[in-house]
């Protein structure tokens, strides 16, 4: 397994002044209420995404800043909600006033290589401040920018594109879509491929809403513990998992029969490890929310093709911590499996109605992980001319200011798998010692492994 980056990497980065990109022509002046989905609580909050291009000898003389700066006022056209701000109406209902504000863009400079940022590239990024940065005044939920830019070329020819999303407005699947048409037309479309579709109502609450499934990822909770709670001194790490580490695991669970995919058996292996880190109590409970999208998964397809808003649900399993450290792995897979088999049409509808009767509340902090599987995400198809991204994901692990949430990642040669955690800091030693000890990495000698020098 290749050694992550230095921690101690530093490079200055020369950023020309932000600009506010309109949609290149007219667009409707209106005001479009989110769904019911979108403006739940938990989705309040702004994430950070970056994609990191080699140099291609076909693109030479063409700048990555210019080309998707023009392509981006363009894709505006078709997607003009994007440019609009946030407004807050009764009962809290999100809505976008599509007023053409236009998106936050910047033009950016770096004396530093892709190869300076390891191999393979993952995140947490040194000096990402200086990568994305956060203009004054546009880091709000309301009356805020819902996206903003950061092109930023490196000195091998090189690039990186960073932004910022408004989770409210975009899933994963939905961010794509937009970055799909963004790509196609920097590469000379007219139009995207796939015509953007709203139709928001169709993910609101029923009238009258009625709670029809048992939703444990919205239980409130009391924050009792000091050992879960969020403090400014939270460590960030990534994992790569690599072809013998993925053999390893697998093989842990072939005991265990039925079909089980790698995200699923990855994910029981490390929540059982994350949960034995946080040193609870054995009562204490804990839960793993699986983010599950329903998109081509129902009969008939419960959104149109085209749709760019949140298709998502993240039911959550529940046990406690000395049940799921006591178990073997085959506990923790059960528990894996029942949380992504409650993601249905019906259980959709169902958090749509919970949020107009309790007020959008937000998914439960405490001693929660929640999830997300982004390996066939499409993020690291996304194709300005340069090729594919050596790397495209989130740049934290964090979900607003809820630190417990891993993103799992495909790397660019498609050997592995990166994992993003974030944990205390004694916490984070002690999963990635866990760790070690599952796959058999320990040392003999007493030298630490890859994976736990990784967190030191």
Same mark, same amino acid.
């Given at each position: 397994?290749?050694?992550?980056?230095?921690?101690?990497?530093?490079?200055?980065?020369?950023?020309?002044?932000?600009?506010?990109?309109? %949609?290149?022509?007219?667009?409707?002046?209106?005001?479009?209420?989110?769904?019911?989905?979108?403006?739940?609580?938990?989705?309040?909050?702004?994430?950070?995404? @970056? *994609?990191? /291009?080699?140099?291609?000898?076909?693109?030479?003389?063409?700048?990555?800043?210019?080309?998707?700066?023009?392509?981006?006022?363009?894709?505006?056209?078709?997607?003009?909600?994007?440019?609009?701000?946030?407004?807050?109406?009764? !009962?809290?209902?999100?809505?976008?006033?599509?007023?053409?504000?236009?998106?936050?863009?910047?033009?950016?400079?770096?004396?530093?290589?892709?190869?300076? #940022?390891?191999? %393979?590239?993952? %995140?947490?990024?040194?000096?990402?401040?200086?990568?994305?940065?956060?203009?004054?005044?546009?880091?709000?939920?309301?009356?805020?920018?819902?996206?903003?830019?950061?092109?930023?070329?490196?000195? &091998?020819?090189? #690039?990186?594109?960073?932004?910022?999303?408004? *989770?409210?407005? &975009?899933?994963?699947?939905?961010?794509?879509?937009?970055?799909?048409?963004?790509?196609?037309?920097?590469?000379?479309?007219?139009?995207?491929?796939?015509?953007?579709?709203?139709?928001?109502?169709?993910?609101?609450?029923?009238?009258?809403?009625?709670?029809? &499934?048992?939703?444990?990822?919205?239980?409130?909770?009391?924050?009792?513990?000091?050992?879960?709670?969020?403090?400014?001194?939270?460590?960030?790490?990534?994992?790569?998992?690599?072809?013998?580490?993925?053999?390893?695991?697998?093989?842990?669970?072939?005991?265990?029969?039925?079909?089980?995919?790698? #995200?699923?058996?990855?994910?029981?292996?490390?929540?059982?490890?994350?949960?034995?880190? @946080?040193?609870?109590?054995?009562?204490?409970?804990?839960?793993?929310?699986?983010?599950?999208?329903?998109?081509?998964?129902?009969?008939?397809?419960?959104?149109?093709? !085209?749709?760019?808003?949140?298709?998502?649900? /993240?039911?959550?399993?529940?046990?406690?911590?000395?049940?799921?450290?006591?178990?073997? @792995?085959?506990?923790?897979?059960?528990?894996?499996?029942?949380?992504?088999?409650?993601?249905?049409?019906?259980?959709?509808?169902?958090?749509?109605?919970?949020?107009?009767?309790?007020?959008?509340?937000?998914?439960?902090?405490?001693?929660?992980?929640?999830?997300?599987?982004?390996?066939?995400? !499409?993020?690291?198809?996304?194709?300005?001319?340069?090729?594919?991204?050596?790397?495209?994901?989130?740049?934290?692990?964090?979900?607003?200011?809820?630190?417990?949430?891993?993103?799992? &990642?495909?790397?660019?040669?498609?050997?592995?798998?990166?994992?993003?955690?974030?944990?205390?800091?004694?916490?984070?030693?002690?999963?990635?010692?866990?760790?070690?000890?599952?796959?058999?990495? *320990?040392?003999?000698?007493?030298? /630490?492994?890859?994976?736990?020098?990784?967190?030191?």
């Amino acid at each position: 397994m290749a050694q992550p980056y230095t921690s101690d990497l530093v490079f200055t980065v020369r950023r020309r002044r932000p600009e506010l990109i309109p %949609p290149a022509k007219p667009t409707p002046h209106e005001v479009k209420p989110l769904s019911d989905i979108d403006d739940q609580d938990g989705l309040r909050c702004r994430l950070p995404l @970056l *994609h990191f /291009y080699p140099y291609h000898p076909s693109m030479q003389g063409n700048d990555p800043a210019q080309l998707i700066k023009s392509a981006l006022a363009q894709a505006l056209v078709f997607y003009y909600p994007l440019a609009g701000r946030l407004r807050e109406g009764p !009962g809290r209902k999100l809505m976008v006033d599509c007023s053409e504000q236009g998106v936050p863009f910047i033009e950016a400079d770096a004396d530093v290589t892709l190869h300076q #940022f390891g191999d %393979p590239i993952k %995140p947490p990024f040194p000096c990402f401040e200086e990568l994305l940065y956060t203009v004054p005044g546009t880091d709000g939920i309301i009356n805020c920018p819902l996206l903003a830019f950061q092109v930023t070329r490196l000195k &091998c020819g090189g #690039f990186i594109l960073a932004y910022f999303l408004n *989770h409210t407005m &975009c899933d994963c699947p939905g961010i794509v879509q937009f970055l799909g048409a963004l790509a196609e037309i920097a590469r000379g479309a007219n139009e995207p491929s796939v015509a953007p579709v709203w139709r928001r109502e169709l993910l609101n609450a029923r009238d009258p809403p009625r709670i029809t &499934c048992t939703h444990n990822e919205y239980v409130e909770v009391p924050d009792d513990d000091i050992k879960t709670k969020v403090t400014e001194a939270m460590s960030q790490d990534s994992f790569f998992f690599g072809p013998d580490e993925l053999k390893v695991i697998r093989r842990l669970f072939s005991q265990y029969h039925g079909q089980h995919t790698t #995200f699923e058996m990855l994910t029981a292996f490390l929540w059982r490890c994350r949960t034995i880190s @946080l040193e609870l109590e054995p009562h204490q409970e804990v839960r793993l929310m699986l983010i599950s999208n329903l998109r081509g998964k129902t009969d008939p397809p419960l959104l149109p093709r !085209g749709y760019y808003g949140n298709g998502f649900v /993240y039911p959550a399993s529940v046990t406690t911590a000395g049940e799921l450290s006591g178990n073997p @792995l085959g506990y923790a897979l059960k528990l894996v499996k029942e949380a992504k088999g409650e993601a249905t049409a019906e259980y959709m509808q169902s958090v749509a109605d919970l949020m107009v009767i309790r007020g959008r509340p937000c998914f439960t902090p405490v001693r929660s992980w929640l999830v997300s599987n982004l390996i066939r995400s !499409g993020l690291g198809d996304i194709d300005f001319g340069w090729g594919k991204a050596m790397y495209a994901g989130p740049a934290m692990a964090r979900l607003g200011s809820f630190p417990g949430i891993s993103w799992a &990642c495909g790397s660019a040669k498609g050997d592995g798998v990166v994992v993003l955690i974030c944990l205390p800091p004694k916490a984070m030693k002690i999963f990635a010692r866990e760790i070690d000890n599952l796959l058999g990495n *320990h040392n003999k000698t007493g030298q /630490y492994s890859k994976f736990f020098t990784s967190c030191l």
